[in-house]
C-alpha cells in the first residue's frame, strides 16, 4: 500500500464531456521524472479517513514535479474511481501517492537527432510533462508530437503545443489525427496508417529512420502494437538496456 499524501484540487479543465485535467496541491510528494506515474485515491462515501478503504488507480503525471501536479483523466462511466475523479471540483480532497513509480522516462530513452512522442487519448500526459522539462530540449535537436483521437473536441492541450510551434518553429511539430471526424489542420486516420502512407512525416518535414529517430509510444495497445510492427520494417525495435533499439513504450491498459 503506497504512503499517501493529502491533496486539493485547484482547479478542473473541461476539455469536452469526461474529459478533463485536474490540478492538485500536493506539495509533500517525492521528487519524480516527467514521464512516470502516480497513485490517486479517494475515501468512498463514508469512510472518511479510513486508509484501507481508499479507492486508488495509477495515472501518469501531466507536469514535471512541483508542489502542484496535473493529471489528465477520461471519464470511465463504470469504472470505480474516474467517476468519482469526475465529480471532483475546486477545493475538493484527494489523496496523491507520496511516490512515483515507472520507466517511461528520457532517462530510459536512447539518444536521437529526432524524437518521436505518439500517443492516443490520454497517453498524451507524460509527453506534457516531458516538454514542460528543460531536459527534452537539451537532450534532442527535433521533437515530434503525434496525438491521435477519435474526434475533435477530444484533442486537448492544443494551444500549449501550437505555442511550442511559434516558439521553436525550427525543432518542434504537432500533428493531431482524428478518426471518427474531421477538424482543421488534422489528419484523417489512425496514426499506424498515417505513419506507414508517409503522411506523417510529409506533415513534419522530418523522417522516421533507425540512424535518425527515438520513437515513444503511449496509449492504445492496438495502437503500440501495430506501430511495433510498421516500425520494424524501417529496422526499429524496442530498446532494452542489453539490447539497443529505437522504440520505447508505455501501455495505458
Known amino acids: 500500500m503506497p504512503k499517501w499524501c493529502p491533496g486539493t484540487v485547484v482547479s478542473k479543465k473541461v476539455w469536452t464531456e469526461g474529459l478533463f485535467t485536474i490540478r492538485v496541491a500536493v506539495p509533500d510528494v517525492t521528487p519524480f521524472l516527467p514521464g512516470q506515474f502516480l497513485q490517486l485515491a479517494v475515501f468512498p462515501e463514508g469512510h472518511d479517513g479510513d486508509i484501507s478503504k481508499l479507492i486508488n488507480r495509477p495515472y501518469s503525471v501531466a507536469s514535471p ?3 502542484e501536479l496535473e493529471f489528465f483523466i477520461v471519464l470511465v462511466e463504470d469504472g470505480e474511481l474516474t467517476p468519482r475523479l469526475w465529480a471532483l471540483n475546486e477545493g475538493d480532497a484527494i489523496q496523491v501517492a ?27 500526459a507524460p509527453y506534457i510533462a516531458m516538454l514542460r522539462h528543460h531536459q527534452i530540449w537539451e537532450s534532442f535537436e527535433n521533437i515530434v508530437v503525434v ?5 475533435f473536441v477530444d484533442l486537448a492541450y492544443t494551444e500549449e503545443l501550437r505555442a511550442l510551434e511559434e516558439k521553436f518553429p525550427k525543432r518542434f511539430k504537432l500533428v493531431q489525427s482524428l478518426t471518427r471526424d474531421e477538424g482543421t489542420g488534422a489528419l484523417k486516420g489512425r496514426i499506424p496508417g498515417l505513419f506507414e502512407d ?18 515513444l509510444l503511449c496509449g492504445n495497445p492496438a495502437m503500440l502494437d501495430t506501430m511495433e510492427e510498421i516500425l520494424a ?6 530498446h532494452r538496456s542489453k539490447s539497443p533499439g529505437q522504440i520505447v513504450l508505455e501501455r495505458y491498459w
Open 65 to 67: 514535479h512541483s508542489d
Open 98 to 124: 507520496q511516490r512515483a513509480a515507472g520507466s517511461f522516462t528520457l532517462k530510459k530513452t536512447p539518444e536521437a537527432e529526432t524524437l518521436w512522442l505518439v500517443a492516443t487519448g490520454t497517453g498524451l
Open 147 to 151: 496525438h491521435g483521437v477519435r474526434h
Open 198 to 215: 508517409g503522411s506523417i512525416e510529409s506533415a513534419t518535414g522530418f523522417d522516421c529512420r533507425a540512424d535518425n529517430s527515438t520513437v
Open 233 to 238: 520494417k524501417r529496422n526499429m525495435k524496442r
